[in-house]
């Protein structure tokens, strides 16, 4: 057979013999054209090499001799030959297109080493041939271990994405409730100031008419500028644009002007409020700000407690810290929910009452703006119906403490 009608697709002078045979000689695989009889028509120098070394598997048989007479040997080639002969005749009787075996040599005289034999169909002048190609693949095992290695890297990425896509989906569900709460606020506010403008309007000489709506638009006035407030903070903290204006500050006076500004929440939740320091501690801070923290614990709090009920705050050292604790008798926190607590847009869980609401960013605001300055601020409770409490703890140097003049802890009743 001529070389020049070896090359499939292509017209029989297309390739000279001598440029056709230099390609296939240029190739490390070990290649064998086959007749559709099974005999070898053309093979590559690889070929050739392997062929002569007379191992007992891999290429074998030269030019003009059938293939799959070759075979010999052991069970194991035994096994090979026949699967590999099976193969061979689907591939030119047109079953398949293209057919693939992995085997083992093992010479006595050399260590096993695996190959992968492919057949594949050719056309030529006409005819259906097999293309034969031989490769030299690394031993079985370190395959293995590298398919197991990247079938565990597969599943390990599969894992992460499964975690990231849970994730996504959490938070989605909790800015679309952010969102939906964030509207319910907004609104909550204008009924009580329409109906209280309305008053006005209907009786604008009743002294005592008067001052009720004005105290109901204050009111809610003070609650949507504590929501805007909060919104905003959200996004100066997110930016890293919050700027603390620090000094040194009395913590004893900082809660006591939040508890001045929790006072109407307080008050209409018919809360008890008792304060104790034990000394008065100072610490360098930003007043405002620390205010706000405070301020931001006792209304959830005074929120998620049931009317008629107990609110604490401790201000104390411990060490070389200032600590202030808030602590209640309300309807508490569930376990599973105390790690998501201070996450943005977390409300803890379904509370008792809708009215309850909040935007479940006031925590997350606090517990920022705390690490802003250099403290930490945690949570403990017990679970659903045994409270909750709230410890903030800042850096306070020794010498900014002093005698509050009171044996033990200084007490007070709001």
Not at 50 to 68: H, L
Not at 268 to 278: F, G, I, N, T
Not at 319 to 326: C, I, S
Request: proline letters at 4%; hydrophobic letters at 40%.
């Amino acid at each position: 057979m001529d070389h020049d009608t070896l090359l499939p697709g292509s017209r029989a002078d297309a390739v000279s013999p001598g440029i056709l045979q230099a390609v296939l000689d240029a190739l490390q695989y070990q290649i064998a054209v086959l007749s559709p009889a099974g005999d070898v028509v053309l093979v590559n120098e690889a070929w050739r090499r392997s062929a002569a070394a007379e191992r007992c598997c891999g290429p074998r048989g030269a030019v003009g001799s059938n293939y799959a007479e070759s075979f010999e040997c052991g069970s194991l080639q035994e096994s090979f030959a026949r699967r590999a002969t099976e193969g061979i005749r689907a591939v030119l009787t047109r079953e398949t297109d293209e057919f693939s075996i992995d085997y083992a040599c093992d010479d006595s005289d050399q260590p096993q080493s695996w190959f992968l034999m492919t057949v594949t169909q050719c056309a030529i002048s006409g005819a259906l041939h097999a293309v034969i190609a031989h490769e030299a693949i690394a031993s079985r095992s370190v395959v293995e271990e590298k398919m197991r290695q990247r079938t565990t890297e597969l599943m390990d990425q599969i894992e992460r994405h499964e975690r990231t896509e849970t994730e996504l989906r959490r938070l989605v569900e909790r800015k679309d409730h952010f969102f939906m709460t964030l509207l319910h606020e907004l609104r909550n506010p204008l009924a009580p100031i329409a109906n209280a403008i309305q008053l006005l309007a209907a009786r604008p000489d009743d002294r005592v008419t008067v001052n009720s709506a004005r105290g109901i638009i204050q009111r809610q006035l003070r609650s949507l500028t504590r929501l805007v407030d909060d919104l905003l903070d959200v996004s100066r903290i997110g930016r890293g644009s919050v700027d603390l204006q620090r000094r040194t500050v009395d913590l004893t006076e900082v809660v006591a002007t939040a508890v001045e500004t929790a006072r109407p929440l307080i008050e209409l939740r018919r809360h008890q409020v008792s304060m104790a320091a034990q000394a008065r501690l100072f610490v360098e801070g930003d007043a405002v700000r620390l205010g706000q923290v405070l301020t931001n614990l006792l209304i959830n709090a005074a929120k998620y407690t049931e009317p008629g009920g107990f609110i604490s705050i401790i201000t104390e050292r411990i060490a070389n810290e200032a600590v202030v604790r808030v602590r209640d008798n309300g309807i508490g926190i569930a376990p599973e929910l105390l790690p998501q607590i201070f996450d943005l847009f977390a409300q803890g869980a379904p509370r008792s009452e809708a009215a309850r609401g909040g935007l479940g960013v006031g925590l997350a605001v606090a517990r920022q703006l705390v690490e802003l300055h250099g403290g930490s601020l945690t949570v403990q409770s017990e679970g659903p119906g045994r409270g909750s409490e709230f410890a903030i703890r800042l850096p306070a140097p020794l010498a900014k403490t002093t005698d509050s003049g009171f044996p033990g802890m200084r007490s007070s009743q709001l």
